[in-house]
């Protein structure tokens, strides 16, 4: 689980990027994005009544749902044709 909790609340005793890594084992870079998201949605220390480490990461990390590409299924008629019309073509060749 991130440590976003102990990072705003090392963050708002205006501690570094660098000491907060240093305290908490999360890399610099990791830091720098906690506090931009929780700038970006105007989060601090303390946290807003009711949200618990879970809420506030699913909020800060919200999941992006990429499309499902359907698999492409090749035309076998063709595939066979090309195999025919070619002496030395393969499948394994057709493939790469």
Known sequence: MRKIEEVLRLSAQDKSARVISRETGVSRPSVATYLEKAAEHEIGWPLPAGMDAKSLEQLLFAAVETPKSTPVIPNWQEVATE????????????WF
């Open 83 to 94: 195999i025919q019309a070619h002496n030395h073509l393969t499948l394994q060749l057709l």
